[in-house]
């Protein structure tokens, strides 16, 4: 009860609140991963729609842990909501998973149009569904423990400026999420292995039958963005600076 | 009881931030904590809230150690960061809600409490305005309500009347002197006369350490002066006490009770006018941080 409480604190700090007082963050939020679907339906002629739309589910999911860092270092420097948070019953752990939660909520809308567009136009088997919800449900944690580790790192709004820019380029520029990874040039593609989304669209891809892999390349994907998520998690708990 | 010791505080490489505190009071009423900027008040408080660990030392509340204890303390404490903003999307009820259930309220107790609280400090008015559009006082004043509706048993204020206007002041004050007769208030300031009209223990703070601890009489029994003259008559001389000279040319003697008779008979004599005055905390507080002396006011015995 206590902890709902605490959850939905968050909720509406960082989604239902800013979405009723500020309409204006809702376009905002529904049009960034459409356009660049958009962009990759038209130059494919159509051919990559299917794959864009899973694309754009998992930079959803990405962009709401690099959405996450900001938010949490905005309220915790400009406001020092968490120095009142910490002083409070409430915990890092539930903390965490507020704004995780809030970040879903203020994606919803473009969520849910993407949502539909998937329904209609990816085919794909009942365990290919679920091989895409677990695979956006592990970058999803994977970047929320990100954005939360760094935010509590992050003194001020330059510093986020930075790791926004990093981030970005690391989880959404260099990964083929909007298209297969076999459009890359071979020298090229290992550089994009050195980012965790690359796997994650790995797996979303062979779901959908984008992507022929063998076992072994699925497992290897798996096992990398397991652990990677597994140890961001952890180090989020421990190595967050939560109390100074 | 409220315990601190050796309590030491450094931020990175810099130099210590508070230095080996060691004080003891009792754990209810208000104390306020003065001293320049700088001197280390924020950072006393945010160690005493369980927001930042010390560097050394310990300091325990009630037997709770802020360190090893702190899940149970923060059941209890509740703190307004001098640096706090009001978020400006959220009107002042939603600011005082969402605070509240960060604490664990469910969320009918929380709209009850917010509109209470914001009723307590004159705030009705603004209750669905977005804290955006508040003046910079009022802002102020929506966060001292968010702490107030928590009605923790321990209340962490810093510098909670910085950029109030006089009767906002003066009604803040009324609502701590009635909290502090079931809560223990935390209070930083640099306004002395808030500290002195309203604490139970004063501390003073300067570079990191504690100069003075007690209440005002104590206070000024530990600085040896109990009375102040202040007079127009620049080459007054003081066997005993400090003389501190004012930009208007006035010279203000601090002294004991015994040399403050013997001047005011002089003064009297001299047909000078003056104005004698039990020592206050201003005073006090000149006297500890700055230890100001004009050397043509002493006379040698
Ligand atoms: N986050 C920080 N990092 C590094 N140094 C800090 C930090 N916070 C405070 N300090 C330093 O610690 C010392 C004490 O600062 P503190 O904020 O506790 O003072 P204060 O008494 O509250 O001052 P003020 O009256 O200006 O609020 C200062 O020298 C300050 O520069
Ligand atoms: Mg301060």
């Known amino acids: 009860m206590k902890k709902s409480s605490q959850v939905y604190a968050s909720v509406l700090v960082n989604a239902l609140y800013v979405m009723k007082n500020y309409p204006v963050t809702l376009v905002n939020t529904l049009l960034a991963p459409l356009s660049i679907l958009v962009v990759i339906v038209l130059v494919s002629k159509g051919s990559l729609l299917a794959v864009s739309v899973e694309g754009a589910l998992i930079m959803t999911m990405v962009s709401a842990g690099i959405g996450l860092q900001g938010d949490l270092s905005h309220l915790k420097n400009d406001f020092r909501l968490q120095d009142m948070v910490v002083s409070s019953p409430t915990s890092a752990f539930v903390y965490m998973i507020g704004m995780a939660f809030s970040e879903i909520v203020y994606s919803a809308p473009a ?27 592990m970058i999803f944690t994977f970047s929320i423990a990100l954005g939360f580790l760094l935010s509590t790192f992050s003194s001020d709004i330059v510093q986020n400026w930075a790791f926004f820019g990093l981030l970005s380029t690391i989880l959404t520029t260099i990964p083929p999420i909007y298209y297969p990874i076999t459009y890359i040039p071979l020298p090229f593609r290992y550089i994009a292995y050195l980012s965790p989304t690359t796997y994650a669209a790995e797996i979303a891809q062979n779901a959908i039958g984008y992507l022929q892999l063998p076992a ?26 939560w109390r100074e | 009881m409220l315990v601190c010791k050796g309590l030491t505080k450094r931020y990175g490489k810099n130099p210590n931030a508070l230095e080996s505190i060691d004080f003891s009071i009792p754990s209810k009423g208000i104390f306020a904590l003065i001293g320049r900027n700088g001197a280390g008040k924020t950072t006393l408080a ?9 560097s050394s030392g310990s300091a325990s509340i009630d037997g709770m150690d802020v360190v090893a204890d702190a899940t149970r303390l923060r059941e209890q404490i509740a703190i307004l960061p001098q640096e706090a903003r009001a978020i400006p999307w959220l009107t002042s009820k939603q600011s005082i809600v969402s605070y509240l259930l960060y604490r664990g309220f469910s969320l009918g107790e929380s709209e009850e409490r917010a509109q209470s609280a914001l009723a307590r400090l004159d705030l009705q008015d603004y209750e669905n305005k977005l804290t955006r559009i508040l003046s910079g006082g009022l802002k102020r004043k929506v966060l001292v309500a968010t702490i107030l509706a928590a009605d923790s048993r321990i209340v962490f204020v810093d510098e909670p009347t910085t950029g109030l206007d006089p009767i906002s002041r003066a009604d803040l004050w009324k609502v701590l002197e009635e909290l502090k007769k079931e809560h223990f208030v935390f209070l930083t300031t640099h306004y002395l006369e808030e500290a002195e009209k309203l604490a139970d223990v004063i501390g003073i703070l300067d570079s990191g350490k504690l100069l003075g601890l007690g209440s005002l009489a104590e206070l000024r029994k530990q600085a040896g002066y109990q009375y102040s003259i202040r007079t127009q ?58 230890k100001p002396i004009e050397e043509e006011n002493y006379e040698e015995e």
């Open chain 2, 233 to 290: 008559q620049e080459d007054v001389k003081t066997k005993e006490g400090i003389a501190i000279r004012g930009l208007d040319g006035s010279v203000q003697i601090l002294t004991t009770e015994e040399e403050a008779g013997r001047l005011a008979e002089k003064l009297v004599k001299d047909k000078a006018r003056f104005s004698i005055n039990p020592t206050s905390l201003e005073d006090i507080f000149y006297y500890l941080v700055k």
């Open chain 2, 46 to 54: 945010r160690i005493l809230a369980t927001e930042l660990i010390p």
């Open chain 1, 216 to 241: 072994s390349s699925l497992a290897i994907d798996w096992i990398v963005i397991i652990a990677v998520t597994m140890a961001l998690f952890v180090m989020a708990m421990r190595k967050s600076k």
């Open chain 1, 111 to 137: 969520l849910m149009i993407l949502i539909v567009l998937a329904m209609l136009y990816v085919h794909t088997s009942i365990v290919g569904v679920a091989v895409t919800l677990a695979v956006l449900a």
